[in-house]
């Protein structure tokens, strides 16, 4: 990897000669990859590697009609901005560093329909976003529930005399919620003391950002986000599940009974054995050997796996491991950090990118 420069790149041969005519053949017929890591409300990295790539026109948030054969992948947790170091904006608006997370939500949204829009009227144009699901998204998209019992002023009573955990079961308690409604709130507290309220601040406080869980851009945000997309024969997860019964193809998790199907989304969103730790306690464990990880590319049908979820270093560039098989992209809180930038053929069955909307 470079390190001049902002983006990385997995390297690969290179030429000493000029290419013949197959060969620029093939490259016009190349697509461009630009994978970008966990952001926790660091809008400007995004916007930085979008303009890096010229894939928004000069001084506009609108996609460039001549950024064709393209896929970005964005790793998923794009919210829940917990005080680490911010990138500079890149232009005159300066914003609010909680008001983050809400910023690149809607980015995503408003790309998604441009390009949907491109491909419809661009003849030719091929540009896809893959946005994938990560655990603070998640967490967020489960914390609206708990309206669902709860008015916006009655939780806003709750946040102002809680203390601890279980001060807060007994007084729930207290005022007749039952056992499910006390472990919903106990998952929006959870959520909330995690970089929630920087989130929930972003959106203008509580009322407003229930009002978007709930509207358009919860809507959205539950339709599209996905749990993971193969290009070029990798697997793009936020994080490679822990248990080997969910070792299948993308498309068969997506496509398993519901019960079976949230337990692999949990798995897919918070497992960590790949790097050495238990999920459930953080406790280190033995990472995935070299032959678990044969097994595991081989059963999920890839050649290897792009991740996030896991931070494992305080520097730009991202982690690359099991014989470049590997590559996590979690570099959030490093100003400058790298995505990953490749150029690719397309193969059959190189792209699988099903879509199962989250509950």
Known sequence: MDPQSPSSRIPGPTESTPPSAEAVSEQAATRKLLAIGDLHGDYFRLLRHLRENELLLPDTLAWNPEASRVDLVLMGDYVDWRGEPLEEPTDQSVGDPEAGPRRILELIMHLERELADLRSSEEGFDSALYALLGNHDEMMLEAVGV??????????????????????????????????????????????????????????GLPAWKEAMEGELGRFLRARLRLGVVVDHRL????????????????????????????????????????????????????????????????????????????????????????????????????????????????????????????
Do not use: C
């Not at 806003?156 to 955990?165: M, S």
């Not at 729930?172 to 499910?180: F, M, P, Q």
């Not at 979690?330 to 790298?338: I, S």
């Open 147 to 204: 309206f669902d019992f709860l008015h916006v002023e009655q939780l806003q009573e709750l946040l102002a005399r809680a203390r601890n955990f279980a001060a807060v079961k007994r007084h729930l308690a207290d005022h007749g919620l039952n056992a499910e409604q006390i472990e919903r709130v106990m998952r929006f507290l959870n959520w909330y003391v995690q970089g929630g309220e920087a989130t929930a601040n972003g959106f203008g």
């Open 236 to 359: 793009f997860a936020h994080t490679i599940p822990d248990q080997r019964k969910f070792w299948k193809p993308i498309e068969e998790i997506v496509s398993l009974p519901d019960t079976e199907f949230r337990a692999a989304r949990e798995s897919f969103l918070w497992s960590r054995k790949i790097w050495g730790f238990d999920y459930y306690t953080g406790m280190r464990t033995s990472p995935f050997s070299e032959k678990e990880m044969d097994e595991l590319l081989s059963r999920m049908a890839v050649r290897g796996a792009v991740v996030g979820h896991t931070p494992l270093t305080r520097g730009p560039e991202p982690v690359v491991a099991y014989g470049g098989r590997v590559v996590n992209l979690d570099v959030h809180g490093t100003p400058g950090a790298f995505a990953l930038v490749e150029e690719y053929t397309p193969t059959e069955q190189g792209l699988r990118a099903p879509l199962r909307p989250s509950n």
